[in-house]
């Protein structure tokens, strides 16, 4: 197949995950689940806004490539809550091989430099990757506090569950993980999150 078939075919693929839902609802329409295309996309802007707040440098274009390509892997996968920390363990295995499949629809160069972008943003060790990881945590965050925390009470979240899960904020900012702890605290006390 010749180079611009095979990323076509890969575009549409893609087209797949505007119905992947996430548990998190749109803070414009609080009956509507986001999509994790909507997220992607969302997070991608996130990540040019808040870049000075990277506990150290990133290349902002890397960083936004990781965003727009993290979750591609949910198209097989799905989306799991990120509380329900047994279905997390099963959806590892399942997001690499959507990777796997998904990635080698490219041609192989691409492929592979796409790919490895996916893995660096999944083991969350560069700078960029760990800040792209803050921000996928945060977006939820901000969202569930905006929607006066719909989600974390239909999940039943506990404050604990919410600091635990997203202490990772940290490794990447360490200004977003003092405002998420805010969130937290806050969210608490309105009764949005058990104690």
Do not use: C
């Not at 490895?116 to 943003?121: D, N, Q, R, T």
């Amino acid at each position: 197949m010749p180079r611009l078939e095979k990323q076509l075919s890969l575009l549409i693929e893609l087209d797949k995950l505007k119905t992947v839902l996430r548990r998190t609802r749109i803070k414009s329409a609080q009956d509507r689940l986001e999509n994790s295309a909507e997220h992607s996309w969302h997070v991608a802007l996130m990540a040019l806004l808040l870049e000075e707040h990277a506990n150290r440098p990133v290349d902002i274009a890397r960083v936004v490539k990781m965003l727009l390509l993290h979750d591609i892997v949910e198209i097989d996968a799905g989306d799991v809550l990120v509380y329900d920390q047994e279905a997390i363990k099963q959806q590892q295995a399942k997001e690499y091989q959507a990777a796997d499949r998904l990635f080698a629809m490219l041609p192989d160069d691409q492929g592979a430099e796409l790919h490895a972008l996916w893995l660096e943003f999944e083991r969350a060790e560069s700078a960029d990757a760990q800040f792209a990881k803050s921000l996928d945590r945060l977006i939820p965050m901000l969202l569930n506090y905006h929607n006066q925390g719909i989600g974390w009470i239909e999940n039943q979240v506990t404050k604990q569950q919410a600091l635990s899960v997203n202490q990772k904020i940290e490794f990447g900012s360490a200004a977003l993980w003092q405002k998420a702890q805010q969130i937290i605290d806050q969210a608490a006390k309105s009764g949005w999150l058990k104690e």
